[in-house]
């Protein structure tokens, strides 16, 4: 057992997987990463790749298709894969807390039976739904409809920002079944995307992470059977939010890996770089950037692992890990981007070139400040549950 910090013990299975994320990310999306990133393709054939290494499913029993494996082993191998590529992340973290930790927690038997397994093995691609056009931030003002008709619900909205859009097999969609009632109107529903009513709109044209793909998708008289309804009607808003937790600490471990690599890169420059003579790393303006940058990412981790143990605490208890899904995912992403920032600055010219992996990690950690709640909604979430006020 070797330990990854105050309190954080890895135990051999934990480091396996670390090790076999590491691994596999060297060899099989190192090589490709700047390829997709330039083409916005969806890197479908690695994501089965990960799929079969047991990455898409890792917290979810066998029994189900998964890994079986804890949260703490989750983020550990999404911080692997993103240090390498965020791309491949994102679309690693909706399968996993996006689309499958919902319906484990919130799923009758028979739609865990017949939608864990594809996407934990990576055969399908799963994507959550709840923003629209006009409602972001504030998720429960949504326009979307579902008017039940006997056995079925009749869907008609659009949907938008839908990472993996162009590509998901099945979602996991949000929408107002009751509008009088507010977020209280809110149903959530499990999606087929072969059927007819559904279909997929314009892709976003975006400034990072582009190979995961994101778009918008289109309800047009869908007919979803009763079955597809996940949990309750009117129990959406609270499962959306509950996913959102267990996605917001995907992220934090995203912004990590970002991190981590942004300062691996800076300082491998920094020893090599000369200028006036001497290595740049010599310089205290260099050298002080990277101790701010070593400190924030050391900082980042102990939030991340907390966050990755609450909610595993949370099992037996029920309670929630809100508060330190929030503060993880704040404090990294910020990290995320004051990394990114600062690699681009000690590269130089360098740096706002392609040729070098930093201009990727710019633009890519901008994400993380924005989406599955900004850091505005983060710093709103921390501090609603910390002074009881509205
Ligand atoms: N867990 C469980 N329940 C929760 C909850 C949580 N974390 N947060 C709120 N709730 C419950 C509340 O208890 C309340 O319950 P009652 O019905 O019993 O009263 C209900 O939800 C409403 O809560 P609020 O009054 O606090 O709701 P609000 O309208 O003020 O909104 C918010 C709260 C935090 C701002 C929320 O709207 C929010 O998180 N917004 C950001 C949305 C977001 O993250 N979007 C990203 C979408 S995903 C994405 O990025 C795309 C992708 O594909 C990756």
């Not at 949370?314 to 309670?319: E, I, L, W």
């Amino acid at each position: 057992m070797t330990h990854a910090g105050p309190n954080f013990s890895l135990s051999d299975e934990h480091e396996m997987i670390r090790a076999a994320a590491r691994d596999f990310a060297q060899k099989e999306i190192a090589p490709i990463a700047a390829e997709f990133d330039e083409s916005g393709d969806f890197p479908l054939e690695t994501i089965r790749k990960m799929g079969a290494m047991g990455f898409m499913g890792i917290e979810i029993p066998e029994e189900y298709g998964g890994a079986g494996m804890d949260t703490l082993a989750y983020v550990l191998a999404l911080e692997e894969i993103c240090k390498v590529d965020a791309s491949h992340g994102t679309i690693m973290s909706v399968n996993n807390s996006l689309f499958n930790y919902g319906i484990y927690k919130f799923g009758a038997e028979a739609q865990k039976e017949q939608f864990l397994a594809p996407v934990a093995s990576g055969e399908k691609i799963g994507a959550y739904s709840l923003t629209e056009p006009m409602s972001g931030s504030d998720a429960a003002t949504m326009r979307s409809r579902a008017v039940r008709n006997g056995n079925e619900y009749i869907i008609n909205g659009r949907k938008s920002w839908v990472t993996s859009g162009p590509v998901a097999d099945y979602l996991v969609l949000f929408t107002m079944t009751d509008p009088e009632k507010g977020h209280r109107g809110i149903t959530a529903f499990l999606i087929d995307a072969s059927q007819p009513g559904y279909s997929r709109g314009k892709k976003e044209p975006k400034l990072g992470i582009r190979a995961s793909s994101t778009s918008e998708i289109l309800f047009e008289d869908y007919h979803c059977p009763v079955e597809r309804r996940l949990g309750e009607e009117g129990q959406g808003f609270k499962i959306a939010m509950t996913v959102l937790d267990a996605g917001r600490i995907g992220i934090a471990s995203q912004g990590l890996g970002i991190a981590e690599a942004s300062y691996e890169a800076s300082l491998n420059y920094v020893r090599e770089r000369e200028a006036f003579g001497q290595k740049i790393g010599e310089f205290q303006g260099i050298s002080f950037k990277l101790a701010d940058m070593k400190t924030r990412i050391e900082a980042s981790r102990l939030l991340v692992y907390q966050a990755a143990l609450a909610k595993q605490n949370s099992k037996a208890t029920g309670g929630r890990y809100t508060l330190e899904a929030a503060m993880a995912k704040l404090f990294a992403a910020e990290t995320a981007m004051f990394c990114a920032h600062a690699a681009v600055q000690i590269h130089g010219g360098m740096g706002y070139s392609k040729e070098y992996p930093v201009e990727r990690y710019f633009r890519d950690a901008k994400i993380t400040e924005i989406y599955e709640g900004t850091s505005e909604i983060q710093r709103l979430v921390i501090s609603r549950m910390e002074t009881g006020l509205r």
